[in-house]
């Protein structure tokens, strides 16, 4: 099964990122399926939102994206694969795409948003709309393990408010809430997770509203 799942609903695409037991850590797979269709998308003159959620354990939402595979970085490594530097490269084109996309872009922080998952989930530009919920837990905690913020972290990090509040979440990786997270203005909306099934399987349109 694909661990991307990308469907028309109506004049909307609905990306889902769909590796559950990993809590949709990326994979290079995953990035690579993802520019595919936002790059299709992007020229369809009939798609005119996109929206993006993870699928949990019990179904859709419920977890969004714990980051990148961290179990493929300690082989690659180990191995000196090459598809290492591709991941980074290409996780940061996809990043830069989803920036620059002229298009609305809808993502559902649902559950754990933690690192890549953040750089897939806080560069929408046009008409985006980040919406959060009581069950959001995020953070950027890269440098628990000796890396750097990164992902963008450091240009979305440093556009929070109040001022330091993106410095103290880069140096230290704490979590915050989905509340905290609109507050800081990591977010856009807050839903209540119980809505979501009732209106993010539907037309993600209504969700954007609900927000």
């Given at each position: 099964m694909?661990?991307?799942?990308?469907?028309?609903?109506?004049?909307?695409?609905?990306?889902?990122?769909?590796?559950?037991?990993?809590?949709?850590?990326?994979?290079?797979?995953?990035?690579?399926?993802?520019?595919?269709?936002?790059?299709?998308?992007?020229?369809?003159?009939?798609?005119?939102?996109?929206?993006?959620?993870g699928m949990g354990r019990e179904g859709p939402f419920g977890a969004f994206c714990a980051g990148g595979d961290i179990r493929f970085f300690h082989r690659a490594v180990l191995a000196g694969d090459p598809r290492l530097e591709d991941f980074f490269t290409e996780e940061y084109v996809?990043?830069?795409?989803?920036?620059?996309?002229?298009?609305?872009?809808?993502?559902?922080?649902?559950?754990?948003?933690?690192?890549?998952?953040?750089g897939i989930s806080g560069h929408g530009a046009?008409?985006?709309?980040?919406?959060?919920?009581?069950?959001t837990?995020?953070?950027?905690?890269?440098?628990?393990?000796?890396?750097?913020?990164?992902?963008?972290?450091?240009?979305?990090?440093?556009?929070l408010c109040p001022p330091g509040v993106g410095e103290y979440l880069g140096l230290t990786g704490n979590l915050i809430g989905g509340n905290d997270a609109r507050i800081a203005g990591l977010a856009d909306g807050l839903l209540p997770a119980a809505e979501l099934d009732a209106t993010g399987n539907g037309s993600p349109r209504r969700v954007a509203r609900a927000a």
């Open positions: 694909s661990e991307v799942v990308a469907e028309l609903r109506g004049e909307a695409g609905l990306l889902t990122l769909n590796r559950p037991k990993a809590l949709n850590a990326l994979s290079l797979e995953m990035i690579r399926e993802l520019t595919a269709a936002l790059r299709a998308w992007r020229d369809d003159p009939k798609v005119q939102l996109v929206a993006l959620r996809l990043n830069h795409l989803i920036h620059v996309y002229p298009k609305p872009f809808v993502v559902f922080m649902d559950g754990i948003v933690m690192g890549g998952g953040m046009f008409g985006s709309l980040r919406i959060v919920t009581e069950r837990k995020m953070a950027m905690p890269e440098t628990n393990i000796g890396l750097f913020p990164d992902v963008g972290g450091g240009w979305f990090l440093g556009h």
